[in-house]
């Protein structure tokens, strides 16, 4: 009999969620150094501490992987966006929440940034995080539809500023990598960059049926 079936069901699932954040780490860390087109299921099993089949126990491939700790990403985000008060414009939060989030992860800054920008840059792994965490955007949505006083049912408006936003964030993390953008720092990249969400994103009418913040 398998050791982990003598095991309290409740101290299997801790160590099964474990093995699966373990296994996350590892895709994050190797994409942060490697890049996520290098990185393979073999290496990431071996920098966890696995076989490759204890991998496909938990993951089909390195997108899924990753999506599982992009899914929480997106929902912290989502999260700490429903916090912004209502005095501040929809760009402004947005920006905001943006700055909460690379600074409340300032430690571990490099691979935040570098799951960022795999999502980005992969369609791949954007689908399965479409696919398989189909909610994830969520809660940013619905806020930005709130904010904008229309309806995400019969508008696809606030998804396509999520995703304006998002893109402004991944630039703006990769200007930090540059010496220009390292001088200037976070705070007046986000500035910069979200001060033109408006220019590119005209406010759609507002639903009538529907109160916008004031």
């Not at 916090?83 to 414009?89: E, I, K």
């Amino acid at each position: 009999m398998h050791a982990d079936r003598l095991k309290p069901r409740g101290l299997r699932e801790t160590k099964k969620e474990q093995t699966r954040s373990a296994l996350s780490d590892a895709a994050l860390a190797l994409v942060s150094t490697h890049g996520y087109e290098a990185t393979t299921v073999e290496a990431i099993a071996r920098a966890a501490g696995v076989s490759v089949r204890t991998f496909h126990n938990y993951f089909p491939g390195k997108a899924a992987a990753l999506s599982h700790l992009a899914a929480d990403l997106v929902h912290e985000y989502g999260e700490v966006l429903r916090t912004q008060p209502d005095s501040v414009t929809c760009a402004g939060a947005l920006r905001t929440a943006w700055g909460v989030m690379l600074d409340r992860h300032r430690e571990n800054v490099d691979a935040l940034r570098a799951l960022i920008d795999a999502l980005e840059s992969n369609p791949d792994l954007r689908r399965y995080l479409q696919d398989h965490h189909p909610d994830a955007h969520a809660a940013s949505i619905a806020e930005i539809a709130r904010r904008l006083g229309i309806d995400p049912a019969t508008s696809i408006a606030p998804r396509i500023v999520t995703e304006i936003a998002f893109t402004i964030a991944v630039n703006v993390s990769r200007a930090l990598d540059t010496p220009e953008g390292a001088d200037r720092g976070m705070d007046e990249l986000l500035d910069e960059a979200f001060s033109a969400l408006p220019l590119v994103v005209a406010a759609p009418s507002p639903d009538p049926t529907i109160t916008p913040h004031s």
